[in-house]
């Protein structure tokens, strides 16, 4: 079964703080494709980050990294430092190879309180 | 401006009245996709399509059609509308060259099928 577990539903940090979003995938596939995705109040879906299932090297964009195991399945983000214009739903996709068929998770709400 | 466009943005029926959304990209994007957003179940993918009369199933198909008859359209038909498919519908598309590319979305339609 292919599947994107978002276990957190919502979490609220004050500002400058940092948080961990967690994202555990299944998967039987060898090769497939990883997303976060980022959707602020104002409902528009913003693509943040993608990564194959042969890169696992850790990525940093500002104050934004994102973990990748394969050994845990997971792809975890990580906000540092974070912002009230953080506060955003933020969805973790997977597209398993041979197939362009995506399969997102629930969603964890971010509330970044000042 | 690069965009995917969707109409209309809101839109309340009732249960049997049949039903088009829209959706059309200026990106010259082969790839194009709609999900159904409900609350506590994320993005589900309703159809995609990866060119033109090229059209498939996603998650969750039932009581949806569509047609991929030019490039930068790819209308959602709702035949006889449900309670149950009352959600915010977005539209999505992405170059088909290499499934890892990201997926830019239209605004969202919010339908309410009484």
């Known amino acids: 079964a292919q599947k994107v577990t978002q276990a957190q539903t919502e979490i609220s940090v004050v500002e400058k703080e940092d948080v961990t979003l967690d994202c555990v995938y299944e998967?039987?596939?060898?090769?497939?494709?990883l997303f976060w995705y980022k959707q602020p109040p104002s409902g528009e879906l913003v693509f943040l980050i993608r990564?194959?299932?042969?890169?696992?090297q850790n990525e940093i964009s500002g104050r934004y990294s994102w973990n990748f195991q394969k050994s845990t399945s997971s792809f975890n983000f990580t906000i540092t430092a974070s912002q009230v214009v953080d506060s955003a739903v933020y969805f973790c996709a997977l597209m398993p190879s041979g197939t362009y068929k995506y399969i997102f998770g629930t969603g964890t709400r971010l509330k970044v309180l000042a | 401006e690069a965009q995917v466009t969707q109409n209309p943005r809101y839109l309340i029926t009732v249960t049997g009245k049949k039903l088009t959304v829209t959706c059309s990209q200026n990106?010259?994007?082969?790839?194009m996709s709609w999900y159904r957003q409900d609350p506590g179940l994320g993005l589900r993918q309703i159809y995609y399509s990866m060119n033109v009369e090229v059209t498939d199933k996603g998650d969750v198909p039932e009581g949806y059609k569509v047609s991929r008859k030019e490039k930068r359209n790819f209308p959602l038909i709702l035949e006889s509308p449900s309670p149950n498919q009352t959600s915010l519908y977005f539209c999505?598309?992405?170059?088909?060259?290499?499934?890892?590319?990201?997926?830019?979305f239209g605004p969202g339609t919010r339908l309410t099928v009484l």
């Open positions: 999505a598309s992405s170059l088909r060259s290499s499934p890892y590319n990201e997926q830019f």
């Open positions: 990564r194959n299932s042969f890169d696992e």
């Open positions: 990106m010259n994007h082969e790839y």
């Open positions: 998967t039987r596939d060898t090769t497939y494709y």
